[in-house]
């Protein structure tokens, strides 16, 4: 990958993850998760804004981040398969959520430190905002697997359900600034003992669906991609 | 039940630091006056705070002229003290259905995050709307002082028995529905409780200090949402004015019937947690306005609208008081939806809090021998 495409594939997770967190905006189960849930996808699209802008002058073409997240159709999308997925209950949200932190976490703390200055000040910013997603959905995580029968039911129906997505974003880029198969060990080891602290069983791996970097989706993105753009589509050129 | 420590999540005005300086708003824009009266409210919380004040009643003082007292020195109740049961009984009221009016009144605006036309408009209104959630939390936390749990009025919320505020009984059909919420009802949630930063309750008061400053950056940024689309394309600028024209009869209408027919106002009055009329304060919030949408380009509608020299205030036409009470009686055109929505996403989360309380109570059952 490119860091054009490195760069848009990040932002493009973050911004499809902060769609669907939003989605739960007056829905949580609690009035306290409304705040946080809001809080998370306005830290993701915090850095969808910063990393879409920054692919906008990489590419050059004079795009800027909402001709970007609102003029693309699902297949110049470069987004993982997993954060498009319906939210599905709580227990499917906060899988989501995990896994997705605990591959943001190392993958920012590696941007941190990578030689293009744009990226590495994004990786410094967002994975202390990253930190806390990974704290707030393993705490969930632990809650609901070691709480009541149903939650536990529930949690590892929602575990096993979203494992086979994230093998996607390992895929092996030496590439791309920050090569995403160097960030597995790091993941493997937080998933491993919070699903162990929340008496959950590691699913095992099989299935391996992907293609979101190279724009394949679920049939879930468009629909997504439909009710995100359809005002910002309906006043072209207009500013807001 | 808190199911999380907050520390890290409680905003404190999101909005503000979205906004940016990106926006100069001109000089009678919403938020500069109203922000002062509700700096000086802080302020005279502060002296009365430092006044002496007896710390009670004395052994042999009758509790109720202690109350007297208290009010007439412009000092504050706090959870402590006696209190007439019917002003507790009011306060409950009045601060759970504001309360309540926070948390459904996150459904209308928060109907157009997912479609919001800007990735930056979209993140303001995430934020604002999570400012709502907040400003809910800390409003049930204020009634909690007075001796009633957050479960217990959340439940008579659900079953219909309390009621929020009509106003989000309305359905935000259109983006420009964003910026005329801001606008007007957080404009008229403004001028209803600045006057609240003073209210004798003093957890109430304090409380409605918060939610004022921060209500008051909601409203610039529904203000600029207009003023952008109010400058914007044909289309926008057509968008814009069909939201002020469906939306300020029942702004008007959020300062509740007009004075002869108000039930609680004269006892509130008396007891310092109203300071103003309904018809007083909904004078001044046409009077704040009239000058704001000229400003705006955009035209209120109502063609009797005029400027009365005697008066020292703008005539206008009353907001429909039938309407207002059918929508309070359940049959606005959202009213059905939003109780729905609410009692959804109760009953949907109850596994995930009976989870967290059943964790939370292995947790501490784990602890007990170490703190024994």
Not at chain 1, 83 to 94: A, S, W, Y
Not at chain 2, 158 to 183: E, H, M
Not at chain 2, 286 to 315: F, H, I, K, S
């Amino acid at each position: 990958m490119s860091r054009f495409d490195f760069t848009l594939a990040i932002g493009d997770d973050a911004l499809i993850a902060a769609q669907r967190l939003g989605e739960w905006t007056s829905r949580a189960p609690e009035m306290e998760e409304d705040i946080a849930l809001a809080n998370i996808a306005l830290d993701q699209l915090g850095a969808a804004r910063l990393l879409l802008t920054y692919a906008g002058e990489l590419e050059g073409a004079g795009r800027d981040e909402d001709d970007l997240a609102f003029l693309r159709d699902d297949r110049e999308f470069r987004n993982c398969l997993l954060v498009e997925l319906p939210n599905g209950d709580f227990g499917v949200t906060m899988a989501k959520l995990f896994f997705l932190a605990a591959y943001q976490v190392p993958l920012y703390t590696a941007l941190a430190g990578c030689a293009d200055e744009r990226l590495a000040a994004v990786g410094a910013k967002a994975r202390k905002e990253s930190a806390y997603h990974l704290d707030h959905a393993a705490l969930w995580v632990k809650r609901l697997g070691d709480g009541t029968e149903e939650s536990h039911r529930r949690m590892q129906d929602a575990v096993d359900e979203v494992w086979p997505y994230v093998h996607e974003l390992f895929n092996p880029d030496p590439a791309a600034p920050v090569d995403p198969s160097t960030l597995r060990a790091d993941f493997d080891a937080t998933v491993s003992a919070v699903l162990d602290e929340a008496t959950l069983t590691r699913p095992e791996t099989g299935w391996t669906p992907g293609g979101g970097r190279d724009g394949l989706h679920t049939e879930h993105l468009s629909y997504l991609l439909a009710e995100m753009q359809v005002l910002h589509r309906a006043h072209p050129g207009a500013s807001w | 039940m808190l199911l999380h420590p907050l520390v890290s999540i409680v905003p404190s005005c999101n909005t503000s630091y979205m906004y940016g300086n990106d926006f100069a708003p001109p000089e009678d824009a919403p938020g500069g006056g109203l922000l002062g009266e509700v700096e000086a409210a802080e302020a005279a919380l502060r002296e009365a705070a430092a006044r002496a004040r007896r710390g009670g009643p004395a052994p042999d003082e009758d509790v109720e002229a202690y109350f007297a007292d208290v009010i007439d020195a412009d000092q504050k109740i706090e959870p402590r003290d006696w209190m007439p049961e019917a002003y507790r009984r009011t306060l409950i009221r009045q601060i759970a259905q504001h309360a309540h009016s926070e948390i459904i009144g996150m459904q209308p605006e928060g109907n157009w995050i997912s479609r919001a036309p800007s990735l930056k408009r979209k993140a303001i209104l995430l934020a604002k709307v999570q400012d709502e959630a907040g400003h809910g939390l800390y409003l049930y936390a204020a009634a909690e002082t007075l001796g009633i749990s957050r479960d217990e009025l959340v439940d008579l919320l659900l079953d219909g028995r309390q009621k929020y505020s009509s106003i989000f009984n309305y359905p935000t059909l259109t983006w420009a529905d964003v910026g005329a919420i801001g606008w007007l009802v957080d404009g008229a949630a403004i001028v209803n409780q600045v006057p609240l930063c003073r209210c004798s309750y003093g957890p109430y008061a304090r409380a409605m200090i918060r939610v004022c400053k921060e209500e008051s950056f909601h409203q610039r940024q529904g203000y600029e949402i207009l003023h952008t689309l109010a400058h914007g394309t044909e289309a926008q600028k057509a968008m814009a004015q069909d939201a002020v024209d469906r939306w300020w009869y029942p702004s008007l209408a959020m300062f509740g019937p007009p004075d002869g027919d108000s039930t609680h106002s004269a006892q509130s009055m008396a007891w310092k947690i109203k300071r103003f009329s309904n018809d007083e304060l909904r004078q001044r919030f046409v009077d704040m306005c009239v000058g704001q949408a000229e400003v705006l380009g955009l035209t209120l509608p109502d063609p009797d609208l005029r400027w009365n020299d005697e008066r020292q205030a703008y005539d206008y036409t009353q907001p429909d008081y039938d309407e207002l009470m059918r929508v309070i009686k359940g049959n606005g055109p959202c009213n059905r939806e939003r109780m729905a929505h609410r009692r959804k996403a109760h009953a949907d989360g109850a596994w995930v809090r009976e989870a967290a309380a059943a964790y939370a109570a292995k947790r501490s059952d784990r602890k007990e021998p170490v703190a024994a």
